[in-house]
């Protein structure tokens, strides 16, 4: 099993950064995942924010290119989300999760991020 959890969220204004830490545990946890940032806001799907690999390649949905930065450390088992100039629409419960193969299997319980104007 694989436990993934969340930290960093809160509340801040528009234009401001906040960074998202996950950190991973488990017996069957390994280094070699990819993993993934993903947000749900209310009402809507949850999707793609951003996917890293175990060798530091990244992939982000528009929407976040040039503000988000997804890292890792492979040596803690935590993986970052560097979220800079947010705006009001980046609301939403920030999830993360490992992948099994080429989709997510586990996910943490998810963090609040609400940007006001």
């Known amino acids: 099993q694989v436990q993934l959890v969340e930290s960093g969220g809160g509340f801040v204004q528009a234009g401001d950064s906040l960074r998202l830490s996950c950190a991973a545990s488990?017996?069957?946890?390994?280094?070699?995942?990819?993993m993934g940032w993903f947000r749900q806001a209310p009402g809507k799907e949850r999707e793609l924010v951003a996917t890293?690999?175990?060798?530091?390649?990244?992939n982000y949905a528009d929407s976040v290119k040039g503000r988000f930065t997804i890292s890792r450390d492979n040596a803690k088992n935590t993986v970052y989300l560097q979220m800079n100039s947010l705006k009001p629409e980046d609301t939403a419960l920030y999830y993360c999760?490992?992948?099994?193969?080429?989709?997510?299997?586990?996910w943490g319980q998810g963090t609040q991020v609400t940007v006001s104007l």
């Open positions: 488990g017996r069957t946890f390994s280094s070699g995942y990819l």
């Open positions: 890293i690999t175990s060798g530091g390649s990244t």
């Open positions: 999760s490992a992948y099994f193969g080429p989709l997510p299997k586990y």
